[in-house]
């Protein structure tokens, strides 16, 4: 296939893939803990990362990670200042992190390396950003395999898994870090402005149809897998951006998925 | 006889709320207690306390006959709460999955599930009358058979005390009878004490051995 003679496309794949099997693994929790304000929030603190990246000459996946994990610990003590307001944490955060973005974008020189990370960028993706995918992509799915029975526990019964035993306060520190690191790698492939729907669309997909929590799992990350191929196809033959290429395929298929119930049903 | 559970003097507060004022209770072994009162009574609040999500403001409690602040055995105690279920419509869970996931004290952190578990989950849902829904999801059964797969995922841990909160909301004339009969048979045949937060006064009166009402930060022995 001419799609693969170019290296920066195969790279393109390996990592879109990796991000397509991780970022719905992630989503299910996301989703059935209904965290994805959380989400929408550090995929915008990750941005003040990039912008600070691309000033200070340092590679802009690096700075996302670090401003999305600065992000995640800034939420949680905000929100263990006002336990009432759990939302306004989060609210406080996200407009922080767009606002420095916002401010420091006007001094990046090079703009269109910018809008890049905001809906994604296929020829982009560096030696350096390709392990750190695959290293940071393998972590999290481990992670998220070892903690699989805590996070479902905790995501159907929070308290229950606490008097169970769950040491639940490590699970959702640990989860949070595994946000933030799964959000700042997605920054370059999939765009910082795209990530928190890739957790969301391939979940909601998978909930129409899969028969088990295993099976929402294992289907969501088979619909991420699917979109993000048919998506950088796409952006590739027509030229369109992959980010929001990507995330319209995964809609699309959602509409379809909601037609092809409606008429079994009948 | 043992004491399961004893609340000496104890006080709680919302802010400045006053919920529970010097109140005394005395739970034993294979006791079944219905606490009723009205909407607001403090009902949900008196079973946090117990369970050490709320701490007291005065009073001590004694759980399992050992004071609060040292128990730490929590897998014998199952909770089911008010809002479990309602706050998941339509949680993407089979019955084995929600059963199975109680096992956690069990299996431990960070292991795997094996089969000797899985067998353990079939038997509790045996134990409920919900064999063979092993694999089925459960926001598609109804609201009863629901409750009752609740109730085995809190027995599943073979807990020595169980704690509901409004178990039969929402629940049919019909399954509430199996339901209460089905606890009757617990708490006889295996001595396990169940403290039942419920409206169905005069219902339960027919199944429970106690039944205490919460009135104006009291609690009242029927
Ligand atoms: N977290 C809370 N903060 C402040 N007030 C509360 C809280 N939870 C419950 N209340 C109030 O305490 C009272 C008792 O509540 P609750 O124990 O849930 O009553 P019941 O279960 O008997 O209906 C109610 O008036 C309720 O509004
Ligand atoms: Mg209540």
Redesign the interface.
């Known amino acids: 296939m001419e799609i693969f003679q170019y290296a920066f496309m195969r790279r393109a794949f390996i990592v879109g893939i990796i991000l397509a099997i991780i970022i719905p693994c992630i989503g299910v929790t996301v989703v ?1 803990k209904r965290l994805s304000m959380m989400g929408d929030a550090l995929s915008h603190s990750s941005l003040a990362g990039v912008t600070i990246g691309l000033l200070l000459g340092i590679n802009p996946v690096l700075g996302a990670m670090i401003s999305c994990i600065v992000a995640a610990f800034g939420i949680e003590i905000i929100r263990k200042k006002i336990p009432q307001h759990a939302e306004i944490a989060i609210a406080i955060i996200m407009s922080t992190g767009i606002g420095i973005a916002g401010v420091l974008s006007g001094f990046v020189k090079n703009t269109a390396n910018f809008n890049s990370f905001l809906f994604g960028s296929i020829v982009a993706i560096s030696d350096f950003e390709l392990y750190l995918v695959i290293g940071i992509g393998l972590i999290v799915l481990l992670a998220f395999i ?2 699989y ?2 996070l ?2 905790m ?3 929070e ?9 639940v306060g490590l699970v959702n520190s640990i989860f949070t870090i595994l946000i933030a690191i799964t959000v700042a790698i997605a920054a370059r492939t999939v765009g910082s402005l795209i990530v928190s729907a890739m957790m969301v669309v391939p979940v909601a997909c998978a ?1 129409q149809w ?7 799992v294992v289907f969501s990350a088979l619909f991420g897998v699917c979109f993000m191929i048919v998506g950088l196809c796409l952006a590739y033959y027509v030229g369109l951006k992959p980010g929001g290429t990507i995330v319209l395929t995964g809609v699309a298929f959602f509409m379809i998925s909601i037609m092809i119930k409606k008429f079994y049903r009948r | 006889m043992n004491e399961i559970l004893s609340l000496k003097q104890l006080s709680f507060s919302y802010e400045d709320k006053s919920i529970l004022e010097n109140v005394n209770l005395s739970i034993k072994k294979g006791d079944f207690v219905a606490i009723t009162g009205v909407n607001g009574a403090g009902k949900s609040t008196l079973l946090k306390l117990i ?1 050490g ?1 709320l701490s007291p403001k005065q009073g001590e409690i004694e759980i399992l006959g050992e004071p609060m602040k040292q128990f730490n055995k ?2 014998k ?1 199952g ?3 008010q809002q ?1 279920l309602k706050k ?1 419509q ?5 019955c084995e ?2 059963v ?3 096992l ?2 069990q ?1 431990g ?2 292991r ?2 094996t089969k000797k578990h899985k067998e353990k989950a079939r038997a509790a849902l045996e134990a409920v009358g919900m064999a063979g829904y092993e ?1 089925k ?1 459960i926001y598609q059964l109804s609201g009863g058979q629901q409750q009752r797969v609740m109730l085995a ?2 027995l599943v ?1 073979e807990p020595e005390l169980i704690i509901l909160d409004e178990p039969t909301t929402g629940v049919d004339q019909e399954a509430i009878t199996a339901f209460y009969e089905l606890l009757k048979k617990l708490n006889q045949e295996k001595q396990m004490t169940i403290i039942m937060v419920t409206h169905e006064m005069q219902k339960s009166l027919e199944y429970v051995n106690r039944q205490i009402y919460l009135q104006e930060k009291q609690v009242l022995e029927a």
């Open positions: 059935l070892l903690l029975k805590e479902f526990f995501s159907f019964n308290k229950g898994a606490e008097l169970a035993g769950v040491p909930m899969a028969k088990s929590y295993r099976q929402t | 369970l999500i929590w897998q105690v909770y089911l709460s479990v998941h339509q949680f993407p869970a089979t999955e929600i199975k996931a109680n956690f004290s299996i952190f960070l795997f599930p694999k999801l995922h809190v841990s």
